[in-house]
């Protein structure tokens, strides 16, 4: 009988002994847990059971309006899907003209209002303002009756001024 106790013991003794204590509390946990609760899951369960009989009974009582019924939910699904589907659609095409028609703006300058240096004098805070100019009602108007040349002079005078501005804080 020392033997058979020696034996078990140094089988219990590795990793294969450990997991087995493991699963054992585990299985004891889940024992004590749903012990408490199993009245009411039971409970819940056999609700449900008596509903899915009564709406099976009520289907095999009538099959022609069970039918209907199935094919109007699953019709009003597919015109959901396809309805989200088209939004979907739209935002993809839509999105990129909403970005385009933000484009159509200039820059037309940049004033600095307030810099603070730090000890070093370097910028520490600056404040600014830009000044934009939409171009996208008049832009053909203002195509026509411009020269190219003249736009990108306005362009390079605008970007010019704002680097300097800059350079001048740093």
Not at 92 to 111: D, N, R, S, V, Y
């Amino acid at each position: 009988m020392a033997k058979l106790t020696k034996w078990a013991t140094r089988l219990g003794n590795n990793l294969s002994g450990d997991l087995d204590k493991l699963v054992g509390a585990l299985s004891g946990l889940r024992t004590d847990v749903f012990s408490g609760i199993t009245d009411g899951l039971r409970g819940l369960t056999q609700t449900a059971t008596q509903w899915v009989n009564q709406l099976r009974g009520w289907v095999q009582a009538n099959p022609e309006l069970a039918r209907t019924l199935v094919i109007a939910g699953g019709s009003a699904l597919a015109l959901t899907a396809a309805i989200g589907a088209t939004s979907l659609a739209a935002g993809l095409l839509l999105g990129p003209l909403a970005k385009l028609q933000l484009g159509f703006t200039l820059l037309t300058g940049m004033q600095t209002t307030r810099t603070e240096l730090d000890r070093y004098g370097k910028a520490k805070k600056i404040e600014f303002s830009l000044s934009f100019q939409r171009c996208d009602e008049d832009l053909r108007e203002r195509l026509q009756s411009s020269s190219f040349s003249d736009l990108m002079e306005n362009a390079r005078s605008s970007a010019n001024s704002a680097i300097n501005t800059l350079k001048g804080l740093f």
